[in-house]
């Protein structure tokens, strides 16, 4: 397998765990919403809004996602790019520390995905 084979699957790799990550997401974002709707209902206002904040920041992070796989995306099309793929690798560590503690299944999914970006990092080095 060529070097720049090899980067491309390991940019694939990181695509499965970010695609899985904001598929959990948007699931996650439906129940939040849905809970708060039932809080508002049932007069529990405090609880509501911060069920509100949470989607909120939730929300922030599957759009910092979705923009992060579409440049993967283009990258693997490209051709791995080392100064994109550090970059992109920086701004999912932020990610993952920002949700390690609400969702720890999927800062661990990311984990995963900062692997991968790690090794073709490392491989694109060579």
């Keep these: 397998m ?3 084979r090899s980067e491309r699957l390991l940019i694939a ?3 499965v765990n970010i695609s899985i990550s904001i598929s959990k997401l948007r699931f996650l974002l439906e129940v939040v919403s ?3 709707s039932i809080m508002r209902e049932r007069g529990f206002e405090d609880t509501a809004r911060e069920l509100e904040r949470q989607r909120e920041m939730l929300d922030r992070v599957l759009a910092e996602l979705e923009a992060i796989s579409e440049r993967l995306k283009t990258i693997v099309s490209m051709g791995a790019i080392h100064a994109d793929l ?3 690798n920086s701004s999912i560590k932020s990610i993952r520390n920002s949700i390690k503690d609400l969702q720890p299944e999927i800062a661990a999914s990311l984990g995963e995905a900062i692997s991968y970006i790690e090794e073709a990092i490392e491989s694109s080095k060579s």
């Design 2 to 4: 060529t070097q720049r």
């Design 13 to 15: 790799r990181a695509l």
């Design 34 to 36: 849905r809970r708060a």
């Design 86 to 88: 550090v970059g992109i």
